[in-house]
């Protein structure tokens, strides 16, 4: 009798036991191991020479140009890359849905075929099309006599055209994931809609968007996440540059892997701590405003 | 107010027509129940005139004005959709609102008649919970008072209660009734439902596969039925019919005109058969007597036989009804009429 009773309680945790040494090997003690490397001046070639220094890391790090450029960088990159997705994505989920054409069905299958392309292969052809002298772009921007651009190769354009690049490799992606929302959507809501009077405006902002509103937080969260850890795009089109004009945060993190292992992890803490706020930011901010059903 | 009328409307989804030329008026102010089996069009015909789905071709009046060309939400129609199609984002105050907001009535207004409309169905505690928290009985409400606070002309429900337990129901139909009497506008119901279409309709349109079968008081529906469908709809059980064995004739008469007895009467029809099942309803029972000819149900008001009992089943000739070949019904004046009479007497046995 007692024995069953302790084997009842005992066996939820007998059961996620596996699991749980799983993510303790593999996520919780990596996190770890990055904390404690954070402290260290930690010698690559010999391990016997690294020394403990405490918060001097991230003393450093604070004050560090580079650090708050890369930083900067990541928030302009995450702020548009996740607006215009989000708004591209929508609209293209919404044209879509409109109505069931062989056009539509083809569209659906193009915006998606990016996403499963590999990204290094994306970048390598966007820097050739974005090359300012022989490059495609720039030849249809003169062909209609619109001025042309230095793309990658000007710090003042070189973000612009990795946003582009990043845009267009996900907005299919995400457009399909509210495109299931959308057809989720009971029709006989709409219809009722119809008979209240609704305007197409009206039906879309207090209908459709409370309707999808949780598939778009999960967009948001997981864009948000994603760019703030942007590096693919940045190593292979521009490698930071022009002038640190595309170096962000995980860029920073990559630039001193070898001759700077400790100070690269604190900034790795640094930008998991900046994720995690902003995601709990989210939560607290939207989560009432998100409908589950 | 108003009347609503169907002018040789014809309505195609793709190659299949559903309804064909179909011409029908509904009076204003009137209960009108569109019945009859599943897939015959109901649905189709209430969202024309909500114009949800328009007329392929045709003309759908509402008040003598063609409204073909009026969109939806200003025909001056509110429905009640089968599932409800409540808004779920919203609470059931902004559910009930919503209508009223888009009409760009003022807000003290839009209070006042909320607060009203919710009392009436009785809803007044549930105003500021979302309708996932509610029960389907409570969801219909909502559903019925999203229609009524906007004091609609036309009233389109469609299986409003098919989702309701059958107490609750019941209940339901009796409101409904006295909601009609209350508000005196024009009521289009759609139900599959014989029993609710008779205890409700002011004039019941029965309806199968796209085309009007009858259109009258549930009285006359069920008293003088025009063909054998309308015949076998109405009523539980349905009326008995058989074939009479002569032009694809059949007779038939109502199981509660039939008198059961242990010795052989005198009845105009008669025969005698073995009763196969005992189904007891309370006030009622309902048996089945079979004999190598016929398999009829009948229905008496005391429960004096039991199973396999050897019964003697008897109809008066006032209570057969006959029906053509075309499955129309043949009048008494007819001159087949005393003939086709004449040989079903025959057939009882003597
Ligand atoms: N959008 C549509 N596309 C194609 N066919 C349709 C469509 N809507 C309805 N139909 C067809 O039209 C016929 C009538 O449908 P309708 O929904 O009006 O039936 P109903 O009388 O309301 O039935 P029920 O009692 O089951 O609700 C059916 O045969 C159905 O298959
Ligand atoms: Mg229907």
């Not at chain 1, 069953?4 to 699991?19: E, G, Q």
């Not at chain 1, 001046?41 to 604070?62: C, E, H, M, V």
């Not at chain 1, 249809?140 to 690049?165: A, D, E, N, R």
């Not at chain 2, 509610?134 to 229609?147: D, K, T």
């Amino acid at each position: 009798m007692n024995n069953t009773t302790r084997w009842d309680t005992l066996r939820p945790y007998v059961m996620i036991l596996p699991a749980m040494l799983a993510i303790l090997c593999f996520v919780i003690y990596p996190v770890f191991y990055l904390l404690k490397l954070s402290f260290y001046r930690y010698n690559l070639l010999n391990k016997a020479k690294s020394k403990f220094i405490g918060l001097d890391n991230y003393k450093q790090l604070f004050s560090k140009d580079e650090f708050y450029v890369a930083l900067n960088n990541t928030l302009i990159y995450t702020v548009t890359v996740v607006l215009l997705t989000i708004v591209i994505a929508l609209l293209l989920a919404l044209l879509i849905n409109r109505k069931k054409t062989r056009f539509n069905a083809f569209l659906q299958a193009g915006i998606f075929t990016p996403h499963i392309i590999s990204i290094v292969s994306i970048a390598l052809v966007w820097m050739l099309l974005m090359e300012p002298n022989f490059g495609i772009l720039n030849y249809v921007l003169k062909t209609f006599g619109l001025p042309t651009s230095k793309w990658l190769q000007s710090s003042s354009t070189s973000m612009l055209s990795v946003i582009l690049v990043s845009v267009w490799h996900n907005v299919g992606y995400y457009a399909l994931i509210l495109l299931a929302a959308l057809q989720s959507v009971p029709p006989t809501i709409y219809e009722a809609a119809a008979l209240d009077n609704a305007s197409r405006f009206k039906t879309f902002y207090k209908i459709t968007l409370p309707m999808i509103s949780p598939q778009l937080f999960f967009v948001l969260i997981i864009m948000t996440i994603g760019s703030f850890k942007v590096f693919d795009t940045v190593r292979i089109m521009t490698g930071g540059g022009p002038n640190n004009s595309t170096s962000t945060l995980v860029y920073h993190i990559y630039e001193y892997r070898s001759n700077n292992l400790g100070y690269a992890s604190a900034t790795g803490i640094i930008l998991m701590v900046i994720i995690a706020i902003l995601t709990f930011v989210y939560f607290r901010v939207l989560a009432n405003k998100v409908h589950y059903q | 107010m108003a009347s609503i009328e169907f002018r040789k409307v014809t309505k195609s989804f793709g190659d299949s027509t559903v309804i064909k030329d179909l011409d029908l008026t509904i009076a204003d102010g009137e209960f009108t129940v569109l019945v009859g089996p599943s897939g015959c069009g109901k649905t189709t015909l209430l969202r024309m005139i909500a114009g949800l789905d328009p007329q392929t071709s045709g003309a759908v009046l509402i008040d003598g004005k063609d409204v073909t060309q009026i969109a939806p939400g200003q025909r001056g129609v509110a429905m009640v959709f089968q599932n409800y199609a409540i808004y779920p984002t919203m609470s059931v105050r902004e559910n009930i609102e919503f209508g009223l907001k888009n009409n760009k009535v003022s807000k003290e207004e839009r209070t006042e008649l909320v607060e009203s409309i919710s009392a009436t169905v009785g809803l007044s505690e549930y105003l500021d919970r979302k309708p996932s928290t509610l029960s389907g009985g409570q969801r219909q409400r909502v559903a019925l008072a999203r229609a009524m606070v906007k004091k609609p002309s036309v009233f389109l429900m469609d299986e409003p209660l098919s989702n309701l337990d059958a107490k609750l129901r019941i209940q339901m139909r009796i409101e409904l009734i006295e909601l009609h009497k209350k508000l005196g506008t024009t009521f289009v119901y759609v139900t599959h439902d014989q029993v609710e279409a008779m205890s409700m309709a002011d004039t019941i349109v029965l309806m199968n596969k796209g085309v009007i079968q009858q259109e009258a008081s549930p009285d006359l529906i069920y008293r003088e039925p025009n063909n054998r469908f309308t015949a076998q709809f109405v009523g539980v059980p349905p009326m008995n019919v058989a074939p009479l064995g002569t032009d694809g004739a059949h007779f038939g008469f109502r199981p509660e005109s039939a008198v059961l007895t242990r010795t052989p009467s005198d009845a105009w029809f008669r025969y005698k058969g073995v009763i196969t099942t005992r189904e007891m309803l309370g006030s009622e029972t309902i048996y089945q007597v079979k004999n190598e000819q016929f398999t009829f149900m009948i229905k008496c008001y005391e429960d004096l036989f039991t199973v396999d009992e050897h019964v003697y089943v008897g109809v008066p000739v006032e209570k057969i009804m006959l029906f053509g070949a075309d499955e129309n019904r043949i009048p008494r004046e007819d001159p087949r009429a005393a003939d086709y009479l004449e040989r079903l007497r025959r057939q009882g046995d003597e």
